[in-house]
């Protein structure tokens, strides 16, 4: 587990931090702004809570510790090296995939099939979700990125794929399943 006694270390004033290797990036890094985004998607979860309950509220707490796994393996790079290491690095694992599908599914079951594109709104935890849903496409569009560039747990990428899914249900879900959902009309401000 991880010991945090002081906050600033001051080792990353000029720019820089460390990778769960100890190797030392550019801040700006792909694979920096892929955990990132996922520790801010993490933050966007927690905000989304303070309207939830029930149900929900659990999941987006299983959501938020599995995010900081996402966030652990994201930030270790060299997966060829990881049957070296003394310790097993944390990966996400398809059980955490199967286990968001397992929840569309329950929620979806009792939703209408849609007919229009979906607008953000309705009730709050409806459009909290619509912001985790689109900051967790954004942390996939930058985790397939850094997959370009380097080897990364491939699971990752589904993982974040899938939550966005999740949490475009759960958004109509939250608003009384689907029956205040704001709808798209095709040019109706022409």
């Known amino acids: 587990m991880v010991v945090l006694n002081k906050i600033y270390t001051r080792t990353g004033d000029k720019g820089d ?3 769960g290797n100890g190797e030392r990036v550019a801040k700006h890094s792909a694979r920096v702004n892929a955990y990132g985004t996922s520790d801010e998607l993490n933050a966007f979860v927690g905000v989304a809570r303070l309207h939830a309950d029930g149900t929900i509220d659990e999941a987006l707490s299983r959501i938020q510790n599995d995010l900081f796994d996402l966030g652990a393996d994201l930030c270790r790079p060299d ?4 049957a070296e290491a003394d310790y097993s690095p944390l ?3 398809q059980s955490q995939v199967d286990r968001l599908e397992t929840e569309i599914d329950t929620m979806n079951k009792d939703l209408a099939a849609l007919r229009s594109f ?3 709104g309705g009730s709050a935890l409806s459009a909290q ?3 985790c849903r689109t900051v967790a496409r954004r942390a996939e569009r930058l ?3 850094l997959a370009l560039q380097e080897d990364i747990n491939a699971i990752a990428i589904t993982y974040l794929n899938r939550l966005s899914d999740w949490f475009f249900v759960a958004a109509r879900v939250a ?3 689907g029956a205040d959902d704001v709808l798209w009309v095709p040019g109706a401000n022409r």
């Open 17 to 19: 931090t460390a990778l």
């Open 79 to 82: 997966m060829a090296k990881d």
């Open 91 to 93: 990966r996400v694992a």
């Open 118 to 120: 979906i607008l953000p």
């Open 129 to 131: 979700l619509h912001v």
């Open 143 to 145: 985790s397939t990125e």
């Open 175 to 177: 608003n009384d399943n």
